[in-house]
């Protein structure tokens, strides 16, 4: 599934990418990675998930991050959808008809859900979603505008670097000026949810500055399958480092009801 040198090789695109063993018969968790993330921006995480979990645990970096193949900029508006729609199902394709559970986050999450609400592989058998966003907010903007100023005046640009090497002015940039455009105001993916059938856990912090928790409302409303909502106390963007225990121990209580 993935070359001895760690890429997976998708529509001439080369994917940094890493596949952890786990046991068999589990399904493999596929993680999608946030808006600046990359594979080694998840940090351990991976590692222990798979660990608590037993599941096979498949990560990658989405062209244009870490040390996949560049893009050229400006990012179109539509690349979570294009993401979801063209990318994603060639990369399930490789698992070879075993079953799988997405888990996203932020923008990953978002990836997610438009997959799961609309033409899904079959082997779906769950969807993590961390900090999800399904439409945008204030907050959201108010978030992206002050990363931003910090990549301007901070040294933000170098500790991206360490994750992205090349492709850190893709990363950043392609992400940020999507967002800040004015047309993407307008982006709204909740009307995938009523197509999603498979069970949902959603998390967010209750200090998440880049949505409220009318977002976890909104896909607790609208999903089609059954959702499960956790919100984390002393928790921002990133539960899964901020609250490795509770996301662990939640993922885990997850999988085991599936």
Not at 135 to 158: C, M, Q
Not at 166 to 173: E, S
Not at 219 to 228: K, L, M, Y
């Amino acid at each position: 599934m993935i070359a001895p040198d760690g890429y997976l090789e998708i529509a001439g695109q080369s994917l940094e990418a890493r596949f952890i063993e786990g046991s068999s018969g589990r399904p493999v968790l596929v993680m999608l990675h946030e808006g600046l993330g990359s594979v080694s921006l998840w940090r351990d995480f991976p590692d222990l998930l798979a660990s608590a979990t037993g599941c096979p645990v498949l990560v990658w970096s989405r062209t244009g991050y870490g040390a996949s193949s560049s893009i050229t900029l400006p990012r179109s508006l539509t690349y979570m959808h294009d993401e979801a729609d063209e990318v994603l199902p060639h990369i399930i394709a490789k698992l070879g008809g075993r079953d799988y559970v997405l888990a996203g986050h932020s923008d990953g999450a978002s990836i997610a859900i438009i997959y799961a609400g609309s033409r899904p592989l079959p082997g779906l058998t769950g969807l993590v979603l961390l900090a999800p966003h399904v439409f945008v907010e204030d907050i959201s903007i108010k978030g992206i505008r002050a990363a931003r100023e910090a990549w301007n005046i901070t040294d933000l640009r170098t500790r991206l670097e360490r994750h992205h090497g090349d492709n850190v002015d893709n990363a950043f940039l392609g992400w940020n000026d999507a967002w800040l455009h004015p047309d993407f105001r307008k982006w709204d993916i909740t009307e995938f949810l009523p197509s999603i059938s498979v069970p949902v856990l959603a998390v967010q912090g209750r200090d998440d500055d880049y949505g409220t928790l009318a977002q976890l409302d909104m896909i607790g409303q609208a999903s089609g399958g059954p959702v499960e909502k956790l919100i984390l106390d002393d928790c921002g963007h990133a539960p899964q480092n901020d609250q490795t225990a509770a996301v662990l121990d939640a993922i885990c209580g997850f999988l085991t009801e599936l």
